[in-house]
T-cell receptor, first 113, second 113 residues
Framework: GENVEQHPSTLSVQEGDSAVIKCTYS??????FPWYKQELGKRPQLIID?????GEKKDQRIAVTLNKTAKHFSLHITETQPEDSAVYFC????????????FGTGTKLQVIP | NAGVTQTPKFRVLKTGQSMTLLCAQD?????MYWYRQDPGMGLRLIHY???????AKGEVPDGYNVSRLKKQNFLLGLESAAPSQTSVYFC????????????FGPGTRLTVT
């Protein structure tokens, strides 16, 4: 089955700096890669996703990149703000019908004011 | 639209006791899931359902049972609770056409002493 590895497990950045979280996946058939943000005590929420036919996707201060050959995908947050502090999960799955979503182990991001 | 709701929010059980966690969704989603979240281990799938009356095992099903008698409800049962089942439990649902978009409930924090 699919295996998703996520690094780093914790990340501290100064407010205004950039943060990068990296994930690798094992199943070359996976074609959909969502990212979830979980604030303290809250539920995970989908913040951005990328499909395997796209190399990069941006949404304001966040962007995701995908390298299918290397089976790597990354989340980039620019101009970080204290409200970006949360746990971020990457995931990999197939996009059709029911498909098991395999989550990474999470990255706790702390943005220091 | 309440989205995905879970009851209870918190529960403390003694070893050997039983309980049922209720998940309800009002989005007419076909697929529903139960995950457990433990520190450093991300979200692990316990059981899932692809429609009313159907259930299937996920990654960590031992010690849990589920039922989906109505499309909008997905119940997770612990017949004889063990300390290893201390965790935060999240329910999620997804629409049939986009099975990869997980909508999470607020979570249930369960402690087994």
């Amino acid at each position: 089955g699919e295996n998703v590895e996520q690094h780093p497990s914790t990340l501290s950045v100064q407010e205004g700096d950039s943060a990068v979280i990296k994930c690798t996946y094992s199943d070359s058939a996976s074609n959909y890669f969502p990212w979830y943000k979980q604030e303290l005590g809250k539920r995970p929420q989908l913040i951005i996703d990328i499909r395997s036919n796209v190399g990069e996707k941006k949404d304001q201060r966040i962007a995701v990149t995908l390298n299918k050959t290397a089976k790597h995908f990354s989340l980039h947050i620019t101009e970080t703000q204290p409200e970006d502090s949360a746990v971020y999960f990457c995931a990999a799955t197939l996009s059709g019908g029911y498909q098991k979503v395999t989550f990474g182990t999470g990255t706790k991001l702390q943005v220091i004011p | 639209n309440a989205g995905v709701t879970q009851t209870p929010k918190f529960r403390v059980l003694k070893t050997g006791q039983s309980m049922t966690l209720l998940c309800a969704q009002d989005m007419n989603h076909e697929y529903m899931y139960w995950y457990r979240q433990d520190p450093g281990m991300g979200l692990r799938l316990i059981h899932y359902s692809v429609g009313e009356g159907t259930t299937a095992k996920g990654e960590v099903p031992d010690g849990y049972n589920v039922s989906r008698l109505k499309k909008q409800n997905f119940l997770l049962g612990l017949e004889s609770a063990a300390p290893s089942q201390t965790s935060v439990y999240f329910c999620a649902s997804t629409p049939e056409a986009r099975g990869y978009e997980q909508y999470f409930g607020p979570g249930t924090r369960l402690t087994v002493t």
